[in-house]
């Protein structure tokens, strides 16, 4: 169903590409958008249980693109170093595909919501708890199952570290 990756050299294991979801801070999601044009845009994110979760406001582009076709795709790029004399650039990176869905159950958008706190303010849960309160009404949450995942290396690095 997924393409495999044509330089399998080039691919990370598993726990590679779990370290660089759990490590990175922010990823493109990639949707169909309106007029069937594609829509990119960047964001914050948590990956935790095997599933990545975003928020994002009640209504607008990510929203509509999501319940109107509910595959995307999601990039995160951990390195990207130019290597000019080389004329490459030296990376990491994961692609997941799979499908959002949105969270209607408030059990499940509030736990959505307490792992981004845990992820990017983990020294200040109490007040995390406190803004999820706050905006519970503005804010929707989804979460990507995920059907395939990639991660890859530039030669150069799985190189270095065979």
């Not at 990510?62 to 995160?76: A, E, G, M, P, Q």
């Not at 790029?77 to 209607?104: C, H, M, N, W």
């Not at 307490?114 to 009404?137: F, H, M, T």
Request: charge should be neutral; glycine fraction near 4%; include cysteine.
């Amino acid at each position: 169903m997924f393409r495999e990756m044509r330089r399998k050299k080039q691919l990370l294991s598993e726990a590679e590409t779990i370290e660089i979801l759990q490590s990175c801070t922010s990823g493109v999601l990639a949707v169909q958008g309106d007029n069937d044009y594609p829509y990119a845009v960047p964001l914050s994110y948590a990956y935790k249980d095997g599933k990545l979760f975003f928020h994002f406001a009640k209504e607008g582009h990510k929203l509509d693109s999501i319940l109107r076709n509910n595959k995307v795709s999601f990039c995160v790029i951990k390195a990207d170093d130019v290597v000019p004399q080389e004329f490459t650039t030296y990376f990491r990176s994961v692609i997941v595909f799979g499908r959002a869905r949105i969270l209607t159950e408030a059990s499940e958008k509030k736990y959505a919501l307490e792992c981004l706190v845990e992820k990017y303010s983990p020294d200040y849960i109490a007040a995390g708890q406190s803004e999820i309160e706050r905006d519970w009404n503005r804010v929707c949450a989804a979460e990507l199952i995920i059907e395939h995942m990639t991660g890859k290396a530039a030669i150069e690095l799985v190189k270095r570290n065979a």
